[in-house]
């Protein structure tokens, strides 16, 4: 049975508004595979998307397209899975943009197709975000990775992944993945003729809204990339409201005072995933777990508003999906969301490229 991308956008939203509020403000399925569904199927007219049409999203250059001075390793278990896995990522060619090799134990490409770190390649959204196919033959957890690469400007590079099939969780932020990529440093990427090309980024000039219920992702016209991120959660009071706003004006404010922010949980909702299979590899070091009656787990926090932060990480990692041949993921514009997951964040990706046409 064929489906449109616009069908599989909205199963991705619905599945963002079921009961539980869980990791990361994404949501777990509940009463088996019979009762998801029949679920999916009550709430799927439910779903609401408003996008105001922009009239089509320019691009304007930004600078030469970077990648690394040398190759990167790292290595951890995943978030979900549990399993142990090294990443290697290589510099690649200008134009290349980003894309995941999974290699078996021996070292030798586990498939013969490369997954590029795009819109069109997500396969689910439940708790993380996962890009290529079923199983063993698509990879995990990719958005810590990608928020780095993203926000330290790393326009081009191959990233292979061996022993698993999901990008190692590390201490649950982003910050050891910069820490890599400043090591390694930043070069002009040029094609194989040897020249560089332009990196030429999305400009909003009209409004774009993508909502379900109070949750949302917006963006408007402003002279840079800016991004603003509210949560909400009432029933964990030492979380409770907050809001965060990040710029690219300050090149080093994507490693101060975005990376560091980590992942975070409840823990009443701890067993719940586990007995789901998920979350496998957390723990009180690589997650911050917060009760609702007693506050947080494991302090101290690297900042009051950390839970914020890490959704906006998280944001800025789904919309590093955008990225194309080189160009960026990020608009040129104020992007505003609130109460989003991987879900809506996605829908809001594919409602900008959809314009940038």
């Known amino acids: 049975m064929s489906c449109s991308i616009g069908h599989f956008s909205l199963l991705r939203a619905a599945r ?16 088996g595979r019979t009762g998801r569904r029949q679920f999916h199927r ?5 779903v609401q998307v408003v996008e105001e049409l922009t009239y089509g999203v320019p691009r304007v250059e930004t ?36 894309c995941f090799v999974l290699r078996n134990s021996q070292g030798d490409e586990r498939h013969p197709h490369r997954v590029p770190a795009a819109l069109g390649y997500v396969r689910d959204t439940t708790l993380s975000t996962w890009v290529g196919g079923v199983g063993n033959k698509g990879v ?5 990775l990608l928020s780095a690469l993203e926000g330290m400007g790393v326009d081009n590079c191959l990233i292979e992944i061996t022993g698993g099939n999901e990008v190692p969780l590390l201490d649950g932020s982003a910050l050891q993945w910069v820490q890599a990529i400043e090591d390694a440093g930043l ?5 194989k003729r040897g020249i560089s090309q332009a990196r030429k980024a999305l400009v909003i000039k009209e409004p774009i809204t993508v909502c379900h219920g109070d949750s949302f992702v917006a963006a408007f016209p402003s002279s840079c990339t800016r991004l603003t991120y509210g949560i909400d959660f009432p029933q964990v009071p030492a979380i409770g409201r907050q809001w965060f706003t990040w710029s690219t004006d300050d090149v080093s404010a994507y490693k101060r005072e975005v990376a560091p922010a980590r992942t975070f949980g409840i823990y009443e909702q701890v067993e719940q995933l586990q007995a789901a299979g998920l979350i496998k590899g957390g723990s009180l070091d690589n997650a911050l777990v917060c009760s609702m009656e ?5 302090p101290p926090l690297r900042f009051p508003d950390e839970p914020c932060r890490h959704k906006l990480l998280d944001l800025i990692g789904d919309l590093a999906l955008c990225a194309f041949k080189g ?17 809506l964040h996605v829908k809001f990706g594919e409602v900008l490229l959809l314009r940038g046409k």
């Open 16 to 31: 963002s508004s079921l009961p539980l509020q869980l990791f990361s403000t994404e949501i777990l399925p509940s009463g």
């Open 42 to 46: 009550q709430l799927y007219a439910q």
């Open 63 to 98: 600078g030469p397209q970077l990648t690394l001075s040398r190759s990167v390793t790292k290595s951890g278990i995943g978030l979900h899975s549990g399993d142990l896995a090294e990443v290697n990522i290589f510099p690649a060619a200008a134009g290349e943009g980003r």
């Open 140 to 144: 995990r957890t990719v958005e810590h």
């Open 187 to 191: 070069s002009t990427a040029v094609d």
């Open 294 to 298: 007693t506050g947080w787990l494991n």
């Open 327 to 343: 160009h960026p993921g990020l608009p040129i514009g104020h992007i505003v969301a609130y109460k989003a997951s991987h879900s």
